[in-house]
């Protein structure tokens, strides 16, 4: 795992390795910065040697229940998350809304009541079938 680091000026530069961040703060070259996310950083308070950056490359592996995050060089792998999607809440949530909506229809409404021979009119098929055997 690589750790973040922010240009004097705040723009990105490429992730270094913990040990060096490490040295880094405790020389006095860099401070402990948080940015948005509340992911640690670090940012340099000279000017850095070089700003040459690498390619990088976002990889995402989409699932049903879980979904990886991964953010790779050519050299390293940068940054890795593991989300947990809210699939069995969502489902749940969805079940409880069919059911409200259901209840919410049937509830005002008193239906006619099912007629005893419909089974009986179906099993036939053509109107004069159907006419001449219920008389």
């Known amino acids: 795992m690589r750790v973040p680091v922010l240009n004097p000026d705040k723009s990105p530069a490429m992730p270094t390795t913990p040990s060096r961040a490490r040295r880094w703060l405790k020389e006095g070259k860099a401070k402990v910065v948080y940015n948005d996310l ?13 700003r040459e950056t690498q390619q990088v490359v976002i990889g995402l592996d989409p699932g049903k229940l879980y979904t990886g995050v991964a953010t790779v060089s050519a050299r390293s792998t940068l940054f890795m998350a593991h989300l947990i999607l809210p699939f069995q809440t969502v489902k749940d949530r969805m079940d409880t809304r069919r059911m409200m909506r259901h209840s919410r229809r049937y509830r005002k409404c008193r239906r006619r009541p099912a007629r005893f021979d419909s089974a009986l009119c179906r099993s036939f098929s053509g109107t004069h079938v159907t006419w001449s055997r219920l008389f």
């Open 38 to 50: 509340n992911i640690f950083c670090v940012q340099l308070i000279q000017q850095p040697s070089g």
